[in-house]
């Protein structure tokens, strides 16, 4: 991975945890052609161990597929909530919950 190429080593992204692409505003440019461009994603892979999804791949310059970040999404279900994960150098960290019930229990107000 190459903190040279980016403008911040994994940026806080609060809930947005992305499955595929690239956050390109925290892209600088390629640290060894010096070219600013669209990235390549190479080296996908999708395994479920214990329940969980975990979706990974590399992202490459794509004038001189230099390596610059590699890419972990994660997704599972615990309890009554969906629960994903986002770690990459370029795209930054996340985490997310969201209730698969109708009506999301942490948003209920108690009637007295």
Known sequence: MCGDCVEKEYPNRGN???????????FTGCAVCSKRDFMLITNKSLKEEDGEEIVTYDHLCKNCHHVVARHEYTFSIMDEFQEYTMLCLLCGKAEDTISILPDDPRQMTLLF
Not at 16 to 26: A, I
């Open 16 to 26: 947005t945890c992305l499955e595929n692409g690239s956050f390109l505003l925290n």
